[in-house]
C-alpha cells in the first residue's frame, strides 16, 4: 500500500466540526475530502502515547465495513504535515447535506408515549427509545434499511471495538426538498484501541491473557431503560433482539478475517520518513481481532444457530447487569473472566 502525499494539496474552504482532533478540508482527485489529523492526547491520564493512531483507526475500521458490504464512505491514508492522516471522501455537495440522527430525534413531539426520556431528546441513548424513534420519525419512514443500518453498525462497531458511535455520527442525507437517503457508515476513528502506547502492545503481545482482555473490552453508548450500560458482546449473544440477530447473521456469513489481515499487513511501517506504524500494532491488531472473533462471535454464532433465540421477542431474555467484560458470552466462564485492563 502507497500512501499519498498530501502536502500540496490545497484547501476547500470546507470546515468540519468534532472533538476527536484536527481535521481540514483539501481538494484531491477531482472532489472534497477531509483530512482527519491524529488527536493530541495531553489531556488524558494514565499511558498514552503523544497522539492517538486514529487515523489509522478509521481507515481500517471504514475498511471493515467495506467487506461486508455495508455502504462506507471512502478513505485513503496519506501524510500532511508530517504527520500519518486519514483522508476521508466527503459525500455532502451543494445538494446533498447530512443530517444526524440526532436531529431527526429532537423533532420528535414529547407526546409520543412509550418513551423513558423525552422523544425530543437528542443525545438520548437508552436502546429501547432509539429503537422506537427509528420507527417513528417521518423522515426515516420512507427510507428502506435504516433499522438494518442500525443493527449493522451495532454488531460491527462491537467487532471493531468503535466506543464512539452515538446520534451525532450516523444519519441520513437530504436535498432540502423532502428527499432523503441513508449517508453512508462514517466516524471510525475511534475503534481498533487508538491510545496504546508501544510499550503497552510489546506488554500485551507478550501475555495471551492481555490480549483476551483487550478482545473481550468493547462498550457501546447505550443503556437500558433502567440506566444500566449495555454491553455489546453480551446484547448480541443473547439473541434477545431479533433484529440484532439478523445482523449478526449477516456479518458472520460476510466477514472473512483473512481479507482484514492481509488489509493490517499491507499498510507500511514508514512511508515518506514519517513512521506509520507503532511497534507491535500489525501482530497486535491481528491477535486481539482473532480472538475476539474465535472466541466470542463464533461460538456465540454457532449457539443462536442451535437454539431457538433468533426467534425470540424482546424482553424475553434479562441480561441482567451489564459488564464490561465476559459474562454470559458463550465460551467465556466467569471463573475465567479477566479483571480490568491496565
Known sequence: MALIDFEGCEKSRRFYAGNAGRKIGVV??????IL???????????SVPSYTTAPL??????????????????????????????????FTDDDWEL???????????????????????GSGVVLADVRAAINRIPELA????????????????????????????WGVLSDRKGHYRLAPVYDNG??????????????????????????LDVRSCYITDKGKPIAPLKYIASGQDPQCTLAFGRFMERYEPDRLYSLIDSIPEQAMGVTVLPEGFKEYHKAVMAWRYENVFVPAWEDL????????RPGDRDLGPAEPFGTGIPGISAETRPGPVR
Open 142 to 169: 420512507g427510507i428502506d434499511g435504516v433499522r438494518e443500518r442500525f443493527w449493522d453498525m451495532f454488531v460491527t462497531d462491537a467487532f471493531i471495538r468503535n466506543i464512539d458511535r452515538n446520534n451525532t455520527n
Open 190 to 215: 475511534n475503534s481498533f484501541n487508538n491510545k496504546r502506547t508501544e510499550a503497552a502492545i510489546e506488554r500485551r503481545l507478550s501475555k495471551d491473557e492481555l490480549i483476551r482482555q483487550d478482545a
Open 305 to 312: 444457530r442451535g437454539s431457538d433465540v433468533s426467534g425470540a
Open 99 to 121: 443530517v444526524e440522527f440526532h436531529d431527526l430525534k429532537n423533532s420528535l413531539s414529547d407526546d409520543e408515549p412509550g418513551f423513558t426520556e423525552s422523544a425530543s431528546t
Open 57 to 90: 483507526s478509521e481507515f481500517l475500521g471504514s475498511h471493515v465495513y467495506g467487506m461486508l458490504g455495508i455502504p462506507v464512505h471512502e478513505t485513503v491514508l496519506g501524510i500532511r504535515g508530517g504527520k500519518v492522516v486519514c483522508a476521508c471522501r466527503d
Open 36 to 46: 482527519k489529523f491524529p488527536g493530541p492526547t495531553g489531556r488524558l491520564q494514565g
Open 28 to 33: 484531491w482527485n477531482g472532489g472534497n475530502w
